[in-house]
């Protein structure tokens, strides 16, 4: 699936910082991600403590600064990806980074994307205890909303001093933290909640109905909707946000959750097709399914998902532009 200057772990690494160059013309025709397939001479893997932050690296580890002449890191398009409630959530929006740059016949642009195992256990505890289900009461206490900050705050330190110019997070509950994680960033970060907002304002959408406004539905966890951002960016854009109710959030969507869990595929797939349909007969234009475990329930053929949008693919739409802009020294 990748092809280029890549580093990754023979052996399991907390967290694991994978610095690469996708190349689209191979990787269409490669299927699996190969453990190592090169290692820059200024690449770096390294251990984080449990607070996340990074040791002092070792004589000889390769990590400079942002005044690097690395053939990878000094690149003005390199993005700085950091992870969040699962890897393949990261990799499925790698795949996306992919398939909307091979749309128009180029390379993706060189990225370190840093992957955290306690981070990714961390989240969706937080993610999970936010849903009142009683199957769940006797699970650990989400973790400390300020040491998750702390947390990915390092993270975006160790990505500007590898050199990279802008900083995604593909990932809906970490966005929870965006303002936080941003505030003294020295490059862009991008936020999704923006990318999505900003593609239907473009869109130029028409009311389903006269005289009502133009509605969008979201789709998201109770985690994800109790941080408010997407509804946030989508009301500044003169959206009006039309959310499940607690009737649908309580029969539909928690429970196709828990179908998930039991790797009942067929009753999530009911499940969710039955809470889209509540909110599209709501006379909304689109539903934002902003969810990484609803992500993939449906078939990609069902027709529903047509009416749906993935903020996953408008952040890396949004990332492909940026990248392509630095480039040219736009």
Request: charged share 25%; aromatic share 4%; proline share 6%.
């Amino acid at each position: 699936m990748f092809d280029g200057r890549l580093a990754m772990p023979f052996h399991t690494l907390n967290p694991c910082h994978i610095l690469g160059h996708v190349n689209t013309h191979r990787a269409l025709h490669k299927s699996r991600l190969q453990p190592v397939l090169a290692i820059p001479p200024s690449s770096i893997l390294l251990h984080t403590d449990e607070s996340g932050k990074f040791p002092n690296s070792k004589k000889g580890s390769g990590l400079r600064g942002r005044d690097s002449s690395d053939s990878l890191l000094s690149h003005e398009n390199t993005v700085g990806i950091i992870g969040g409630i699962s890897v393949n959530s990261a990799l499925n929006f790698l795949k996306k980074l992919v398939q909307v740059s091979s749309k128009e016949g180029k390379d993706c642009f060189p990225f370190v994307l840093c992957s955290d195992p306690v981070l990714n256990k961390e989240l969706l505890s937080h993610e999970r205890n936010s849903c009142p289900s009683p199957r769940r009461h006797n699970e650990k206490s989400p973790s400390d909303h300020s040491a998750i900050a702390e947390n990915l705050q390092n993270k975006r330190v160790f990505l500007e001093k590898s050199g990279v110019q802008c900083i995604v997070m593909p990932c809906h509950i970490l966005h929870s933290w965006h303002d936080e994680v941003s505030k003294g960033c020295s490059v862009p970060l991008l936020h999704m909640g923006e990318c999505v907002a900003r593609e239907l304002k473009e869109a130029k959408l028409k009311p389903l109905e006269a005289g009502s406004p133009l509605r969008i539905g979201l789709l998201a966890s109770n985690a994800t909707l109790a941080a408010g951002f997407y509804q946030e960016k989508l009301q500044s854009e003169g959206f009006e946000v039309v959310l499940p109710d607690r009737a649908t959030m309580e029969h539909t969507i928690i429970p196709a959750i828990e179908a998930l869990d039991r790797n009942d595929m067929e009753g999530a797939q009911n499940l969710l097709r039955i809470a889209l349909q509540v909110l599209l007969v709501r006379a909304v234009n689109t539903v934002i399914l902003a969810s990484d475990e609803m992500r993939d329930v449906l078939p990609q053929d069902d027709p529903l998902l047509k009416k749906c949008i993935d903020p996953l693919e408008a952040l890396a739409r949004s990332t492909i532009k940026w990248a392509q802009a630095a480039e040219k020294g736009i």
